[in-house]
């Protein structure tokens, strides 16, 4: 389990809308870079992103080897009702991670 | 004449190594682009791409892309392209109904001085791009 760093308000007012920040753990080996014994290192990058709010989707991202190692992605949410974000991240040889954040709404 | 020789063969192995794996081309990127777009004929303007112009490491360069000025339900869909890494892709990204503000942030490497170009898809079909010119002074590795 990759570490993941996520930063959103505790409460927030309905219908504003918020910026949450994810930052995740992840070489994001290119697959274009030479390792020591001259072969090109296997590419292992994360290939999707994806929030949920309650079950409806907030954003979903397809990255590429152009993103840096430890992915870092910042958006916006419109605040609706208290429940739950849940942000999910997969990519090469099968990885795979869920992380979920409680929200209050004034 | 040899201290001339050995210069060009180190410029020539530093060229090799840059040119190693497949770069993008103006060619490459305008095909991300005709494929973002869906065909739509891309106008400049509306998107606004906030990255440093001087970049001295191309590991981390933070990046952001907005649409100031336009109502965040009229914004399907956010993308990032370079013309010199060696994809032309950098991230695309489509929003649901609970976004908030249409505008995204994230850190991404560059492999040399090159253009990038954001570009934003609008429900009415309409695709607008901004292309910005940096320079890089330490080059991501190879990406």
Known sequence: MARSLITLPERVVRGESFRVRTLLQHPMESGFRVGADGRLLPRDIVRRFRCLYNGELVIEAELSPAIAANPFIEFSVRAVDSGSLLFEWSGDNGFAQREQRPLIVA | ?143
């Open chain 2, 1 to 143: 004449m040899n201290t001339l020789n050995r210069r060009r063969l180190i410029a020539a192995a530093g060229g090799l190594w840059l040119l190693r794996p497949a770069a993008a081309t103006p060619e490459s990127l305008a095909a991300a682009l005709r494929d973002f777009s869906g065909g739509a004929p891309l106008r400049d303007g509306r998107v606004q791409l906030d990255i440093a112009p001087l970049v001295d490491n191309g590991n981390t360069v933070p990046v952001g892309v907005s649409v100031p000025g336009v109502p965040a339900e009229q914004v399907q869909a956010l993308a990032l392209f370079t013309e010199r890494n060696p994809q032309s892709e950098v991230l695309r990204a489509q929003f649901g109904p609970r976004a908030g503000e249409r505008s995204l942030a994230t850190r991404m490497r560059l492999a040399t001085s090159q253009q990038l170009v954001a570009a934003a898809k609008l429900t009415d079909g309409s695709c607008w791009v901004q292309r910005v010119d940096v320079i890089v002074t330490l080059s991501a590795c190879l990406e």
